[in-house]
């Protein structure tokens, strides 16, 4: 049977919203899928400094080393870059706030981080990190790449992870941490009152003020063929490393199609911020769009095994169900299982 897996990161409301947000959504689709469902709760080890979704997929895509994301070398693939047989860090470029007694990072996604500024911001890092023996490899406007060399025991944080809270606690530690600390210092020296940061800032915009080295990985890091992995509205990072565009995906209910994964990231920007009322209207465009066929197919003798990976900041919950499971008519349609 084949297996389909949708991977919703963000889409378990935060234990002290889940009741009202719950009450004000109207999908009934996905209440037929969970209450019809197989539910596991997922472990989560806090001790990685990721966020739940993020690990679920390293182990899932065999990129784990030592239970961490090791991403970096699968995505300089996507982005039709070489990682020879070095270990590499991905790198964001980041803009972190600086207030009275705490730093934090804002997310990414909001840095509307252009390749013009992007670039030459990255031209002057590059041979500052060049000579520090730690190679930068320019990705696109969001993601480049930094040979590790001596720093692969350098413990490292997700950028989504760490944003909006105390920067302090997500800083990279371990062997290594000092001398990053020294680089990072000296390009963001450089980058004070570089050309694209007063003309972001002349427009309004957060200067371009730090960079945030993660997801370590060998050279031999890479996504098998199988099953096929695509994502949409993900940092390009992720999407990089598809092995098949969402747009691509054969018809998972066909009965002969190849196990898939597909994970969309609508949620995570508006989840990050606090904005509920997005996160709603994002899930709505899930049920019209996602939940709604998918039950649709199952109702319909849908040859497969569908199965959601749902989490937030502290949880993760596995939802399977399948064409038999759906006649279980006497579970009445419920949201309740995103409950806490």
Known sequence: MTQITLVLPFALPPA???ADLIR??????????????????LPIDETQRVLPHEAWLARTLSLASDGSPAFAAAAMRGFGLDPGRDSWFIVNPAHVEIARSTLSITDLR????????AKGLFETAKPVCDEAGKTLVYGDAYTWFMRAADWTGLETSSPDAAVGLNLNDWLPTGPGAAEFRKLQNEIQMLWFEHPSNVERESRGMASINSFWPWALSDASAAVAPAP?????????WLSAMENCPATELPNPFSGDATDSILLRGDLSEAAIAGEWSVWLESMQRFEDALFAPALAALRNGGKAKFTMVMSNRHGLRQFST?????????RSPSLDRLLP
């Open 16 to 18: 002290e919203l889940a």
């Open 322 to 330: 399948s064409s038999w499971a759906q006649r279980a008519f006497w």
């Open 24 to 41: 004000a959504m109207k999908a009934p689709a996905l209440a037929g899928l969970l209450a019809r469902s197989s539910l596991q709760e």
């Open 228 to 236: 096929l992995f695509a994502a949409s509205v993900v940092p390009s």
């Open 110 to 117: 909001q840095l509307r981080l252009s390749n013009v500024h």
